[in-house]
Nanobody, 119 residues
Framework: QVQLVESGGGLVQPGGSLRLSCAASGSIFNINSVAWYRQAPGKERELVASVTTRAITYADSVKGRFTIPRDSTKNTVYLQMNSLKPEDTAVYYC??????????????WGQGTQVTVSS
């Protein structure tokens, strides 16, 4: 069984930083791609950033402020958020395409973590 667990959300002042974690566990053969999404109240879920074997992509609204560090030894991907703005307030979700050891492909979502940017 494979799963994703998120952590790292919280309250931060404008201009501050926060790092979210997305850890994969279980019988993993390969992690094909990872993406971070966010959803604010009354808005549709939007893609924040993604990483594949081809490229790393960021939404225009977060370019220059967010990055996606990785630790392959821990099967963990992070969302490093700097220079945070009130507009970044949302529930953040990680999403991953993971191939288990039996070669089945799984599209998994983390449980979500709240990020609030307020003075």
């Amino acid at each position: 069984q494979v799963q994703l667990v998120e952590s790292g959300g919280g309250l931060v002042q404008p201009g501050g930083s926060l790092r979210l974690s997305c850890a994969a566990s279980g019988s993993i053969f390969n992690i094909n791609s990872v993406a971070w999404y966010r959803q604010a109240p009354g808005k549709e879920r939007e893609l924040v950033a993604s990483v594949t074997t081809r490229a790393i992509t960021y939404a225009d609204s977060v370019k220059g402020r967010f990055t996606i560090p990785r630790d392959s030894t821990k099967n963990t991907v992070y969302l490093q958020m700097n220079s945070l703005k009130p507009e970044d307030t949302a529930v953040y979700y990680c999403n991953a395409a993971i191939q288990s050891t039996d070669r089945r492909l799984h599209n998994l979502w983390g449980q979500g973590t709240q990020v609030t940017v307020s003075s």
